[in-house]
């Protein structure tokens, strides 16, 4: 089936974090690699995910998001930035699993019920940014949540921890390596009303102001989720 297909079938439109493993993806050590992720249209069939690597159609994955489970699949469409997965599934695990998507539905309509944790990290309404590295290359990135210090990231690309980059606009540190990603402290807090706009900036600032500014920092108020 096709994204487009899909897109006119009926699904949950539902933001869900997660992490997947694509086959044929290592890091330095040899061990597959796991990439955050996160769902934007889901039925208990198959799922759009918003997606950092989007590999090959055909390509067989492990995908887990805490508020669904794990999931075995096969990518049965791609465009940019994202995959359709088919969802390999028991009859009775379909079963519970559209269960569970009514109900988040129902909840998702309901305004009385109060998010707990807008407070806590902000997700960006487009997940896609740029990452300009210290030696002036750019990168495509996937942002998993972001606050006005600081960004979880994940990417094709693995910096060490200390390396000075930028998220799109927002130069910064990288200070701790997460399974999916990365987080990032930024030199300078950022204006909450101008964070998404800079985050998603499709062209960074060149990485001469990131290696410039960039000073040795802590990372204590860098707010990131294990997504």
């Not at 980059?165 to 300078?188: H, M, N, Q, S």
Request: charged share 20%.
């Amino acid at each position: 089936m096709t994204i487009e297909t899909f897109m006119k079938e009926r699904a949950v439109s539902i933001v869900v974090g997660g992490n997947y493993v694509l086959p044929n993806w290592y890091d330095s050590q040899g061990k597959l690699r796991t990439f955050a992720c996160r769902t934007s249209r889901v039925s208990p069939f198959r799922m759009v995910v918003d997606v950092p690597v989007v590999g090959k159609i055909g390509d067989r994955l492990t995908s887990f998001f805490p508020d669904f489970g794990k999931f075995d699949g096969l990518i049965s469409d791609t465009k940019a930035g994202s995959f359709l997965l088919e969802l390999e599934m028991t009859r009775s695990i379909r079963e519970n699993f559209a269960n569970k998507l009514t109900w988040l539905d129902k909840k998702l309509k309901e305004p009385s019920i109060p998010d707990l944790r807008k407070d806590a990290r902000i997700i960006p309404a487009s997940p896609h940014s740029s990452l300009t590295l210290g030696d002036g290359t750019v990168h495509e990135c996937f942002v998993i949540n972001m606050s006005i210090s600081g960004a979880a990231v994940s990417a094709q690309v693995q910096p060490q921890i200390g390396m000075p980059l930028a998220v799109g606009a927002c130069i910064g540190r990288v200070v701790r390596l997460l399974p999916d990603g990365f987080a990032v402290k930024f030199v300078e807090q950022q204006n909450p009303n101008d964070l998404g706009r800079l985050i998603a900036r499709a062209t960074p600032l060149y990485c001469e102001a990131a290696t410039k500014g960039a000073a040795p920092l802590d990372d204590s108020n860098v707010e990131y989720i294990d997504a």
